[in-house]
Protein backbone atom coordinates (compact mmCIF):
# COMPACT_ATOMS: atom_id res chain seq x y z
CA UNK A 1 0.00 0.00 0.00
CA UNK A 2 1.14 3.37 -1.25
CA UNK A 3 1.99 5.90 2.32
CA UNK A 4 2.98 9.28 2.47
CA UNK A 5 6.09 8.86 5.02
CA UNK A 6 6.77 12.52 6.98
CA UNK A 7 10.43 12.18 6.52
CA UNK A 8 11.63 15.92 8.17
CA UNK A 9 10.43 18.94 9.71
CA UNK A 10 11.36 22.73 9.63
CA UNK A 11 10.47 26.16 11.41
CA UNK A 12 10.97 29.69 11.14
CA UNK A 13 9.94 32.44 13.56
CA UNK A 14 10.33 36.53 12.96
CA UNK A 15 13.07 38.05 15.01
CA UNK A 16 11.17 40.17 17.35
CA UNK A 17 9.64 38.67 20.70
CA UNK A 18 6.40 40.40 21.82
CA UNK A 19 6.17 39.43 25.50
CA UNK A 20 2.37 40.04 27.48
CA UNK A 21 4.25 42.90 29.29
CA UNK A 22 4.55 44.80 25.81
CA UNK A 23 1.30 44.14 24.87
CA UNK A 24 -0.20 45.27 28.07
CA UNK A 25 1.42 49.19 27.06
CA UNK A 26 -1.11 48.74 24.19
CA UNK A 27 -3.82 47.70 25.37
CA UNK A 28 -5.32 47.13 28.85
CA UNK A 29 -4.31 43.50 29.71
CA UNK A 30 -1.92 41.94 32.29
CA UNK A 31 0.49 39.32 31.98
CA UNK A 32 -1.73 37.35 34.64
CA UNK A 33 -5.48 37.75 32.74
CA UNK A 34 -3.11 36.11 29.17
CA UNK A 35 -1.44 33.62 31.27
CA UNK A 36 -4.51 32.12 33.41
CA UNK A 37 -7.13 32.08 30.75
CA UNK A 38 -4.70 31.24 27.76
CA UNK A 39 -1.09 29.79 28.88
CA UNK A 40 0.48 32.42 26.27
CA UNK A 41 3.38 34.24 27.59
CA UNK A 42 4.93 35.79 24.35
CA UNK A 43 4.63 35.69 20.16
CA UNK A 44 6.95 36.42 17.70
CA UNK A 45 5.61 39.52 15.35
CA UNK A 46 7.14 39.98 11.62
CA UNK A 47 8.88 42.64 10.95
CA UNK A 48 9.10 44.85 7.82
CA UNK A 49 10.25 42.46 5.20
CA UNK A 50 9.34 39.37 6.75
CA UNK A 51 6.52 38.11 5.31
CA UNK A 52 3.97 34.52 5.22
CA UNK A 53 6.48 33.80 1.77
CA UNK A 54 9.75 34.94 3.04
CA UNK A 55 8.95 32.74 6.50
CA UNK A 56 7.38 29.72 4.60
CA UNK A 57 10.57 29.74 2.30
CA UNK A 58 12.59 29.34 5.58
CA UNK A 59 11.18 26.86 7.45
CA UNK A 60 10.94 24.62 4.05
CA UNK A 61 14.27 25.24 3.65
CA UNK A 62 14.80 23.75 7.01
CA UNK A 63 12.23 20.81 6.62
CA UNK A 64 14.42 19.42 3.41
CA UNK A 65 17.70 20.01 5.23
CA UNK A 66 16.21 17.63 8.26
CA UNK A 67 15.09 15.16 5.81
CA UNK A 68 18.02 15.39 3.68
CA UNK A 69 15.80 15.70 0.64
CA UNK A 70 16.73 18.21 -2.46
CA UNK A 71 13.97 20.45 -3.43
CA UNK A 72 14.26 19.20 -7.07
CA UNK A 73 12.77 16.34 -6.26
CA UNK A 74 9.89 17.97 -4.87
CA UNK A 75 6.67 17.86 -7.20
CA UNK A 76 4.20 19.53 -5.03
CA UNK A 77 3.93 22.44 -2.67
CA UNK A 78 1.23 23.63 -0.85
CA UNK A 79 1.12 26.04 1.75
CA UNK A 80 -1.69 27.10 4.46
CA UNK A 81 -2.07 30.05 5.11
CA UNK A 82 -4.81 33.03 5.60
CA UNK A 83 -2.53 35.91 5.76
CA UNK A 84 -1.00 35.23 1.64
CA UNK A 85 1.77 37.87 0.48
CA UNK A 86 -0.97 38.69 -2.52
CA UNK A 87 -4.45 37.94 -3.17
CA UNK A 88 -2.74 36.25 -5.64
CA UNK A 89 -0.42 34.52 -7.58
CA UNK A 90 -0.85 31.43 -4.33
CA UNK A 91 2.07 31.93 -1.73
CA UNK A 92 2.89 28.52 -2.75
CA UNK A 93 4.39 29.11 -6.36
CA UNK A 94 6.34 31.92 -4.76
CA UNK A 95 8.00 29.69 -2.14
CA UNK A 96 8.39 27.36 -5.29
CA UNK A 97 10.05 29.69 -7.22
CA UNK A 98 12.38 31.12 -4.10
CA UNK A 99 13.47 27.00 -3.46
CA UNK A 100 14.31 26.86 -7.69
CA UNK A 101 11.48 24.36 -7.67
CA UNK A 102 9.82 24.70 -11.96
CA UNK A 103 7.81 21.66 -12.08
CA UNK A 104 4.74 19.55 -10.71
CA UNK A 105 1.58 21.60 -8.85
CA UNK A 106 1.61 24.38 -6.06
CA UNK A 107 -1.45 25.92 -4.59
CA UNK A 108 -2.47 27.24 -0.84
CA UNK A 109 -4.84 25.48 1.23
CA UNK A 110 -7.17 28.32 2.83
CA UNK A 111 -8.61 26.63 5.96
CA UNK A 112 -7.92 28.96 8.78
CA UNK A 113 -5.89 27.37 12.06
CA UNK A 114 -6.94 23.98 10.70
CA UNK A 115 -5.26 24.78 7.18
CA UNK A 116 -2.14 22.67 8.25
CA UNK A 117 -4.37 19.64 8.74
CA UNK A 118 -6.29 20.39 5.77
CA UNK A 119 -3.18 20.63 3.83
CA UNK A 120 -1.58 17.95 4.80
CA UNK A 121 -4.65 15.38 4.17
CA UNK A 122 -4.69 16.87 1.00
CA UNK A 123 -0.95 15.77 0.29
CA UNK A 124 -1.56 12.42 1.37
CA UNK A 125 -4.64 11.53 -0.87
CA UNK A 126 -3.00 13.10 -3.73
CA UNK A 127 0.52 10.71 -2.88
CA UNK A 128 -1.30 8.08 -2.30
CA UNK A 129 -3.29 8.26 -5.56
CA UNK A 130 -0.05 8.50 -7.35
CA UNK A 131 -0.17 12.23 -8.59
CA UNK A 132 2.57 13.46 -6.36
CA UNK A 133 6.00 11.21 -5.15
CA UNK A 134 7.76 14.10 -2.71
CA UNK A 135 5.63 17.13 -0.88
CA UNK A 136 6.38 20.29 1.01
CA UNK A 137 3.26 20.93 3.08
CA UNK A 138 3.92 24.39 4.78
CA UNK A 139 1.89 26.06 7.05
CA UNK A 140 2.81 29.93 7.11
CA UNK A 141 1.36 32.93 9.02
CA UNK A 142 1.74 36.77 9.28
CA UNK A 143 -1.73 37.39 11.48
CA UNK A 144 0.03 39.75 13.00
CA UNK A 145 -0.70 42.13 10.19
CA UNK A 146 -4.30 41.56 10.26
CA UNK A 147 -5.39 42.08 13.79
CA UNK A 148 -7.12 45.23 15.61
CA UNK A 149 -3.98 45.89 18.02
CA UNK A 150 -6.82 47.86 19.84
CA UNK A 151 -9.10 44.36 20.37
CA UNK A 152 -7.69 42.98 23.33
CA UNK A 153 -9.68 40.28 23.09
CA UNK A 154 -7.64 39.03 19.95
CA UNK A 155 -4.90 40.78 19.63
CA UNK A 156 -3.02 39.19 23.26
CA UNK A 157 -3.65 35.65 21.11
CA UNK A 158 -1.95 35.24 17.79
CA UNK A 159 1.92 35.25 16.55
CA UNK A 160 3.61 34.88 13.59
CA UNK A 161 5.74 31.95 12.10
CA UNK A 162 5.82 28.82 9.68
CA UNK A 163 6.50 25.38 9.77
CA UNK A 164 6.75 22.73 6.67
CA UNK A 165 7.19 19.13 6.59
CA UNK A 166 8.16 16.74 3.82
CA UNK A 167 6.35 14.20 3.05
CA UNK A 168 7.68 11.38 0.43
CA UNK A 169 5.76 8.29 -1.15
CA UNK A 170 6.59 5.13 0.28
CA UNK A 171 5.53 1.46 0.20
CA UNK A 172 3.88 0.05 3.93
CA UNK A 173 1.58 -3.31 4.36
CA UNK A 174 -1.42 -1.84 4.89
CA UNK A 175 -1.74 -2.12 8.84
CA UNK A 176 -0.97 0.46 11.67
CA UNK A 177 2.67 -1.15 12.09
CA UNK A 178 3.82 0.87 8.78
CA UNK A 179 5.11 4.57 9.08
CA UNK A 180 3.57 7.56 7.40
CA UNK A 181 -0.14 8.68 7.29
CA UNK A 182 -2.19 6.24 8.64
CA UNK A 183 -5.51 8.03 9.17
CA UNK A 184 -7.35 11.49 8.74
CA UNK A 185 -10.30 13.16 8.75
CA UNK A 186 -11.65 17.22 8.05
CA UNK A 187 -14.35 18.33 8.83
CA UNK A 188 -16.08 22.36 8.28
CA UNK A 189 -19.21 23.74 9.01
CA UNK A 190 -20.21 26.91 7.63
CA UNK A 191 -22.87 28.47 9.46
CA UNK A 192 -20.91 29.40 12.06
CA UNK A 193 -18.75 31.30 9.97
CA UNK A 194 -19.38 34.95 12.22
CA UNK A 195 -17.88 33.65 14.89
CA UNK A 196 -14.65 34.07 14.03
CA UNK A 197 -13.75 36.02 10.70
CA UNK A 198 -11.72 38.39 8.96
CA UNK A 199 -13.97 42.06 8.09
CA UNK A 200 -12.43 42.38 4.73
CA UNK A 201 -11.34 40.89 1.62
CA UNK A 202 -10.83 41.33 -1.70
CA UNK A 203 -14.56 40.97 -3.38
CA UNK A 204 -16.50 42.79 -0.30
CA UNK A 205 -14.72 45.82 0.80
CA UNK A 206 -11.35 45.28 -1.24
CA UNK A 207 -9.53 45.55 1.68
CA UNK A 208 -7.46 43.29 3.81
CA UNK A 209 -9.64 43.60 6.72
CA UNK A 210 -9.66 42.55 10.57
CA UNK A 211 -9.80 39.75 12.58
CA UNK A 212 -13.07 39.47 14.83
CA UNK A 213 -13.83 36.21 17.17
CA UNK A 214 -16.41 35.44 19.87
CA UNK A 215 -13.87 34.08 22.00
CA UNK A 216 -16.33 32.27 24.08
CA UNK A 217 -18.45 30.84 21.24
CA UNK A 218 -15.45 29.25 19.40
CA UNK A 219 -14.22 28.01 23.19
CA UNK A 220 -17.65 26.79 23.68
CA UNK A 221 -17.39 24.22 20.06
CA UNK A 222 -13.64 23.52 20.44
CA UNK A 223 -13.68 20.97 22.41
CA UNK A 224 -16.32 18.90 21.42
CA UNK A 225 -15.36 18.98 17.11
CA UNK A 226 -12.15 18.42 18.16
CA UNK A 227 -12.41 15.55 20.65
CA UNK A 228 -14.74 13.85 17.79
CA UNK A 229 -12.98 14.29 15.31
CA UNK A 230 -9.73 12.93 16.57
CA UNK A 231 -11.55 10.26 17.79
CA UNK A 232 -12.65 9.24 14.31
CA UNK A 233 -9.05 9.60 12.84
CA UNK A 234 -8.05 7.18 15.94
CA UNK A 235 -10.93 4.61 15.04
CA UNK A 236 -10.38 4.74 11.16
CA UNK A 237 -6.88 3.39 11.98
CA UNK A 238 -7.93 0.95 14.00
CA UNK A 239 -5.41 2.44 17.33
CA UNK A 240 -7.02 3.29 20.64
CA UNK A 241 -5.89 6.89 22.11
CA UNK A 242 -3.73 4.73 24.96
CA UNK A 243 -1.70 3.71 21.83
CA UNK A 244 -0.70 7.53 20.35
CA UNK A 245 2.76 8.51 21.79
CA UNK A 246 2.78 12.24 21.15
CA UNK A 247 -0.48 14.65 20.78
CA UNK A 248 0.90 17.48 18.90
CA UNK A 249 -2.59 19.83 18.96
CA UNK A 250 -3.20 23.44 17.14
CA UNK A 251 -1.66 25.86 19.96
CA UNK A 252 -5.16 28.31 20.50
CA UNK A 253 -5.67 27.85 24.39
CA UNK A 254 -4.34 25.62 26.98
CA UNK A 255 -7.63 24.66 28.42
CA UNK A 256 -8.96 23.68 25.35
CA UNK A 257 -5.90 21.56 24.33
CA UNK A 258 -5.85 20.08 27.75
CA UNK A 259 -9.54 19.74 28.15
CA UNK A 260 -9.15 17.34 24.68
CA UNK A 261 -6.36 15.27 25.83
CA UNK A 262 -8.40 14.32 28.49
CA UNK A 263 -11.58 13.71 27.11
CA UNK A 264 -9.32 11.32 25.10
CA UNK A 265 -7.83 9.93 28.19
CA UNK A 266 -4.40 11.22 26.51
CA UNK A 267 -2.05 11.82 29.45
CA UNK A 268 -1.22 15.09 29.81
CA UNK A 269 2.89 14.43 29.47
CA UNK A 270 1.87 13.20 25.85
CA UNK A 271 1.24 16.96 24.75
CA UNK A 272 3.35 18.80 23.13
CA UNK A 273 2.78 22.63 24.07
CA UNK A 274 4.52 25.45 22.48
CA UNK A 275 2.07 28.43 22.82
CA UNK A 276 3.41 29.91 25.44
CA UNK A 277 6.48 30.92 23.49
CA UNK A 278 4.52 31.25 20.05
CA UNK A 279 0.57 32.08 20.31
CA UNK A 280 -1.42 31.24 17.79
CA UNK A 281 0.00 30.98 14.94
CA UNK A 282 -2.55 29.04 13.16
CA UNK A 283 -1.80 26.83 10.37
CA UNK A 284 1.98 27.45 11.35
CA UNK A 285 1.18 26.38 15.27
CA UNK A 286 0.71 22.16 14.29
CA UNK A 287 4.23 22.53 12.14
CA UNK A 288 6.04 24.27 14.72
CA UNK A 289 5.05 22.10 17.30
CA UNK A 290 5.94 19.16 15.51
CA UNK A 291 9.03 20.65 15.07
CA UNK A 292 9.97 21.87 18.55
CA UNK A 293 9.43 18.42 19.98
CA UNK A 294 10.95 15.98 16.87
CA UNK A 295 14.05 18.20 17.00
CA UNK A 296 14.54 18.43 20.74
CA UNK A 297 14.27 14.55 20.96
CA UNK A 298 10.71 14.01 22.38
CA UNK A 299 9.66 12.57 18.79
CA UNK A 300 11.25 9.24 17.58
CA UNK A 301 11.22 7.69 14.34
CA UNK A 302 8.54 4.86 14.57
CA UNK A 303 6.08 6.89 16.94
CA UNK A 304 3.02 7.71 16.42
CA UNK A 305 1.76 11.25 16.23
CA UNK A 306 -1.51 12.77 16.55
CA UNK A 307 -2.22 16.20 15.36
CA UNK A 308 -5.54 18.26 14.70
CA UNK A 309 -6.59 21.59 14.32
CA UNK A 310 -10.00 23.98 14.53
CA UNK A 311 -10.65 27.15 13.27
CA UNK A 312 -12.43 30.16 11.03
CA UNK A 313 -14.95 28.29 8.87
CA UNK A 314 -15.59 26.61 11.89
CA UNK A 315 -12.96 23.95 9.83
CA UNK A 316 -11.51 20.57 12.34
CA UNK A 317 -9.41 17.96 11.45
CA UNK A 318 -7.19 15.26 12.45
CA UNK A 319 -3.84 13.34 11.03
CA UNK A 320 -2.33 10.31 12.64
CA UNK A 321 1.03 9.19 11.59
CA UNK A 322 3.50 7.05 12.65
CA UNK A 323 6.84 9.19 11.86
O1 LIG B 1 -7.35 29.31 16.66
C1 LIG B 1 -8.68 29.47 16.31
C2 LIG B 1 -9.55 29.04 17.40
N1 LIG B 1 -9.57 30.04 18.45
C3 LIG B 1 -9.74 29.64 19.69
O2 LIG B 1 -9.77 28.46 19.93
C4 LIG B 1 -9.96 30.69 20.76
C5 LIG B 1 -11.02 30.19 21.68
N2 LIG B 1 -11.34 31.10 22.77
C6 LIG B 1 -10.51 31.34 23.80
O3 LIG B 1 -9.38 30.85 23.81
C7 LIG B 1 -11.02 32.17 24.95
O4 LIG B 1 -12.41 32.34 24.80
C8 LIG B 1 -10.33 33.55 25.08
C9 LIG B 1 -8.90 33.37 25.59
C10 LIG B 1 -10.36 34.27 23.75
C11 LIG B 1 -11.06 34.40 26.12
O5 LIG B 1 -11.13 33.71 27.37
P1 LIG B 1 -12.51 33.61 28.16
O6 LIG B 1 -12.22 32.93 29.41
O7 LIG B 1 -13.52 32.99 27.21
O8 LIG B 1 -12.84 35.12 28.44
P2 LIG B 1 -14.08 36.02 27.97
O9 LIG B 1 -14.00 36.33 26.53
O10 LIG B 1 -15.33 35.38 28.47
O11 LIG B 1 -13.81 37.33 28.78
C12 LIG B 1 -13.81 37.36 30.22
C13 LIG B 1 -13.48 38.75 30.69
C14 LIG B 1 -14.34 39.83 30.03
O12 LIG B 1 -14.62 40.80 30.99
P3 LIG B 1 -16.04 40.81 31.78
O13 LIG B 1 -17.06 40.95 30.67
O14 LIG B 1 -16.12 39.49 32.48
O15 LIG B 1 -15.91 41.98 32.65
C15 LIG B 1 -13.44 40.42 28.98
O16 LIG B 1 -13.75 41.77 28.68
O17 LIG B 1 -12.12 39.09 30.35
C16 LIG B 1 -12.09 40.33 29.64
N3 LIG B 1 -10.99 40.30 28.69
C17 LIG B 1 -9.74 40.66 29.04
N4 LIG B 1 -9.21 41.12 30.16
C18 LIG B 1 -7.88 41.39 30.19
C19 LIG B 1 -11.00 39.89 27.40
N5 LIG B 1 -9.78 39.98 26.89
C20 LIG B 1 -8.97 40.46 27.88
C21 LIG B 1 -7.59 40.75 27.96
N6 LIG B 1 -7.10 41.20 29.13
N7 LIG B 1 -6.75 40.56 26.91
Known amino acids: MRRSLILGVGSALPERVMTNEDISKIVDTTDDWIVERTGIRQRRIACEGETTRSLGAAAARAALAHASVDAAEVDLVIVATSTPDRTFPATATQIQSDLGITRGAAFDVQAVCSGFVYALTTADALMRAGQSNCAL ?23 DGAGAVVLKAGEGKGTVADRG ?19 GGPSTTGTVGHLRMEGREVFKHAVTNISSVMEETIEASGLKPSEIDWFVPHQANRRILEGT ?3 LGISEDKIVITLD ?27 LVLMEAMGGGFTWGAVLARL
Open 137 to 159: VIGSETFSRILDWNDRGTCVLFG
Open 181 to 199: ILASRIRADGRYADKLYVD
Open 277 to 303: RHGNTSAASVPLALDAAWKDGRIKPGQ
Open 261 to 263: AKK
